[in-house]
């Protein structure tokens, strides 16, 4: 049985991508490592070490990276050329369907999605994204509207974890996608440096796969890259801050660093942008540090094993009614406990409750887009 349903998922995804837009000079691929880019190298590691040194409590954490997601979310759809608002967002994430003139959006949302949990789930520290595995993201991104709401009950059946292993391999790497990755994982530096594999990355794949039905899986193949290294390992940093207006002015240099092959000036340009998020974020998070002073039961005393796991299951689950956890977590916490508990995380603003008496449930206060 087990193998049927295999060539199920096996034959559910498509190997179908659309033509590379631009043709890379693979064999005159080049940079310098100028005094500039060392220094920018040098100084996002600075700040990653801040970053992750800075005390934040458990729940905090989590919160911000579920607005983080949220912002993630939103800030992809929109670069599709798509208008979302974050309460869409959030009922997509919880399994609403929105009204029958919302369903592009909604669409658009659920791709978004499965591409952050493939990435949330699957990068981690030195463990750099694949041809293959940019070539599933890729997939994802061009093919969900083909598989429409079949895509997205695989993703719930597996519960938002690892849905791109269900398909590991059965995707074709288009041959400009492995000649990329073959001259990266050449190079000594760039090879090792997944600071620089993100920056590499965002210059080709924007350049070869420019397509809205491809941005969302090169933009997730640079996320995962950036989460195996150091300055997002928390899974905190925003997308494009800063970066917006200032990547429109130096697109001539990008478009002759495609025709020439000299990679320097993008790789500095890069770094510069993802420096000057990192610096950004981490000025929230030393905000959210300072607050933390005035709330000793999010740092001095850890949450117990039962918040935990309340925490948890409501993040995972989207949205969660209070007998829904009780029927999980089984017959060890009673009723009338889980309840209490319920109430005060809610009064912590750790949980969210919406509706009342039996209709009530529960999720994460998530903010809107992070300015």
């Given at each position: 049985?087990?193998?049927?349903?295999?060539?199920?998922?096996?034959?559910?995804?498509?190997?179908?991508?659309?033509?590379?837009?631009?043709e890379l000079p693979y064999d005159k691929l080049h940079y310098e490592l100028t005094?500039?880019?060392?220094?920018?190298?040098?100084?996002?590691?600075?700040?990653?070490?801040?970053?992750?040194?800075?005390?934040?409590?458990?729940?905090?954490?989590?919160?911000?990276?579920?607005?983080?997601?949220?912002?993630?979310?939103?800030?992809?759809?929109?670069?599709?050329?798509?208008?979302?608002?974050?309460?869409?967002?959030?009922?997509?994430?919880?399994?609403?369907?929105?009204?029958?003139?919302?369903?592009?959006?909604?669409?658009?949302?659920?791709?978004?999605?499965?591409?952050?949990?493939?990435?949330?789930?699957?990068?981690?520290?030195?463990?750099?994204?694949?041809?293959?595995?940019?070539?599933?993201?890729?997939?994802?991104?061009?093919?969900?509207?083909?598989?429409?709401?079949?895509?997205?009950?695989?993703?719930?059946?597996?519960?938002?974890?690892?849905?791109?292993?269900?398909?590991?391999?059965?995707?074709?790497?288009?041959?400009?996608?492995?000649?990329?990755?073959?001259?990266?994982?050449?190079?000594?530096?760039?090879?090792?440096?997944?600071?620089?594999?993100?920056?590499?990355?965002?210059?080709?794949?924007?350049?070869?796969?420019?397509?809205?039905?491809?941005?969302?899986?090169?933009?997730?193949?640079?996320?995962?890259?950036?989460?195996?290294?150091?300055?997002?390992?928390?899974?905190?940093?925003?997308?494009?801050?800063?970066?917006?207006?200032?990547?429109?002015?130096?697109?001539?240099?990008?478009?002759?660093?495609?025709?020439?092959?000299?990679?320097?000036?993008?790789?500095e340009e890069l770094l510069y942008q993802l420096q000057a998020r990192l610096e950004?974020?981490?000025?929230?998070?030393?905000?959210?540090?300072?607050?933390?002073?005035?709330?000793?039961?999010?740092?001095?005393?850890?949450?117990?094993?039962?918040?935990?796991?309340?925490?948890?299951?409501?993040?995972?689950?989207?949205?969660?009614?209070?007998?829904?956890?009780?029927?999980?977590?089984?017959?060890?916490?009673?009723?009338?406990?889980?309840?209490?508990?319920?109430?005060?995380?809610?009064?912590?603003?750790?949980?969210?409750?919406?509706?009342?008496?039996?209709?009530?449930?529960?999720?994460?206060?998530?903010?809107?887009?992070?300015?």
């Amino acid at each position: 049985m087990a193998k049927k349903t295999d060539t199920k998922l096996e034959a559910h995804f498509s190997p179908w991508l659309p033509d590379p837009e631009a043709e890379l000079p693979y064999d005159k691929l080049h940079y310098e490592l100028t005094p500039t880019l060392a220094r920018r190298l040098a100084d996002i590691y600075y700040a990653s070490g801040r970053l992750e040194s800075l005390p934040l409590g458990h729940f905090t954490l989590e919160k911000l990276k579920a607005e983080a997601r949220v912002d993630r979310v939103y800030r992809m759809v929109r670069e599709v050329n798509v208008r979302v608002r974050t309460d869409e967002i959030r009922a997509v994430a919880s399994g609403d369907v929105l009204s029958r003139d919302k369903r592009e959006v909604q669409e658009w949302i659920r791709r978004a999605i499965v591409l952050l949990d493939g990435f949330e789930s699957t990068a981690g520290l030195n463990q750099t994204s694949t041809p293959e595995l940019c070539a599933a993201y890729l997939d994802v991104s061009a093919n969900a509207d083909q598989r429409g709401s079949t895509l997205w009950a695989h993703f719930v059946a597996a519960r938002r974890s690892r849905l791109l292993s269900l398909h590991h391999g059965s995707v074709v790497v288009p041959d400009c996608v492995k000649k990329l990755y073959d001259w990266m994982d050449g190079d000594d530096l760039i090879g090792s440096q997944p600071i620089l594999r993100g920056a590499v990355l965002t210059w080709g794949l924007f350049e070869m796969y420019p397509l809205r039905l491809t941005v969302m899986g090169a933009r997730a193949t640079v996320l995962h890259e950036l989460g195996c290294s150091r300055a997002d390992c928390r899974h905190l940093l925003g997308l494009g801050d800063h970066s917006a207006e200032r990547w429109a002015r130096v697109r001539g240099d990008v478009r002759e660093a495609t025709k020439t092959g000299d990679l320097t000036f993008v790789l500095e340009e890069l770094l510069y942008q993802l420096q000057a998020r990192l610096e950004h974020l981490l000025g929230r998070l030393q905000e959210y540090s300072s607050r933390e002073r005035a709330e000793p039961w999010l740092t001095v005393s850890p949450p117990d094993d039962l918040d935990r796991r309340i925490f948890s299951m409501v993040q995972s689950m989207g949205s969660a009614r209070t007998v829904q956890l009780h029927q999980a977590l089984g017959s060890e916490v009673p009723l009338r406990t889980l309840q209490r508990r319920m109430q005060k995380l809610s009064r912590r603003g750790l949980l969210e409750k919406h509706g009342s008496r039996k209709d009530a449930f529960y999720r994460l206060p998530l903010r809107g887009p992070i300015p």
